[in-house]
């Protein structure tokens, strides 16, 4: 497995961006697709979004399509997580995860990251 430390978290106003990082220790990050997922208080874990082992590939939950983007860095052991336009419905606590299959569940996740945008 992977290790994955998320960060680039914080409070921000409607409106504004951040990007979160999602590094990787351990194995090859290239042998892993990534995903990212939130969790807000009292609601169950959302999917955000992927991307594929190369960053060729991408796709993403309606509800952050065309505001989120990720992105990776294979030579840095790193993805990205770029929040645009963000509302206060983001607001939640992010992971990622990786996983060497297609499919099949994530093997490795961070501990979090929290955002939070006020109105």
């Known amino acids: 497995q992977v290790s994955l430390v998320e960060s680039g978290g914080g409070l921000v106003q409607a409106g504004e961006s951040l990007r979160l990082s999602c590094a990787a220790s351990g194995r090859p990050f290239s042998n892993y697709r990534v995903g990212w997922f939130r969790q807000a208080p009292g609601r169950e874990r959302e999917f955000v979004g992927r991307?594929?082992?190369?960053?060729?590939?991408?796709y993403y939950a309606d509800s952050v399509k065309g505001r989120f983007t990720i992105s990776r860095d294979n030579a840095k052991n790193t993805v990205y997580l770029q929040m645009n336009s963000l509302k206060p419905e983001d607001t939640a606590i992010y992971f990622c995860a990786a996983r060497e299959t297609l499919t099949g569940a994530y093997e490795s996740w961070g501990q979090g990251t929290q955002v939070t945008v006020s109105s």
């Open positions: 991307i594929s082992k190369s960053g060729s590939d991408t």
